[in-house]
């Protein structure tokens, strides 16, 4: 049929002439943005995201944060601090107009405001410049808050002495009590038959269930009594054998100790 005067077309609107793809807007008209938000420049922000991710990660693995030894009330000299990132808000607490009778305004309304506004700073500033010095707003906020973070820290720092801390802080790992046990001892198969293994251990340094057998002060006659009828957390029935077996272990266990008070 060939078009021609006086030919009306009439169409149906629910069913679309020109099936449209997804393509994106043309941002050219904005200085320095040329391509679409999403996909193309959140993909690229997540790469490089993913990027330092991992190369933090490597560098936690290959370089662990020091732990610090256990926390000792009784030590009135120990100098309590923050993580690094978390020094400027206690060098903040320092002064006079955020500590005191005025820490609310050092520990919320000032923090507070701070993330608030750079919170707020992508609505505050919504214009399609990207050159910092077009976007006096977010660039002003971004530049006050890196300047007083840096001076804050900076600060905090400068009065810590951070390799005497760390040298006076160092983790104390209990030692083991280096005894060479017989496993071919009589006593240390009864030992071990009545599942006393599982709690003291197979060198009797004992656990998180139950205290070392190593270092104790206590007779065959008392352990004997102990394995039969417990003490503390430890309930009664465990030992089960023979007298002459309780003997046994009893006498390995003391061994032990004997050859442990001798080193």
Known sequence: MKRGKGMTFVGDSRIPANKQKFIPKDYSEYPGRTEAFWPNFLLKEWLVGAVFLVGFLCLTVAHPAPLEKMADPTDTAYLPLPDWYFLFLYQLLKYKFASGAFFVMGAIII??????????????????????????????????????????????????????????????????????????????????????????????????????????????????????????TMPAGQFEGTDEELQQLAEFIVSVNEQATEE
């Not at 280096?178 to 006393?196: L, R």
Request: include cysteine; glycine fraction near 10%.
């Open 111 to 232: 923090p507070g405001l701070a993330f608030g506004a750079l919170l707020l700073a992508p609505f505050l500033d919504r214009g399609k410049e990207r050159r910092p010095h077009k976007r006096p707003i977010t660039t002003g906020l971004m530049l006050l808050a890196f300047i007083a973070v840096f001076w804050l820290t900076y600060e905090a720092a400068g009065h810590v002495d951070w390799k005497a801390k760390a040298e006076n802080n160092k983790p104390v790992l209990p030692e083991e009590n280096a005894v060479e046990i017989d496993e071919s001892d009589p006593g240390y198969a009864i030992y071990e038959a009545n599942s006393c293994i599982q709690c003291h251990g197979g060198d009797l340094n004992g656990g998180a269930a139950a205290p070392s057998l190593i270092g104790i002060d206590k007779s065959v006659d008392e352990i004997k009594d102990i394995a039969v009828n417990g003490i503390d």
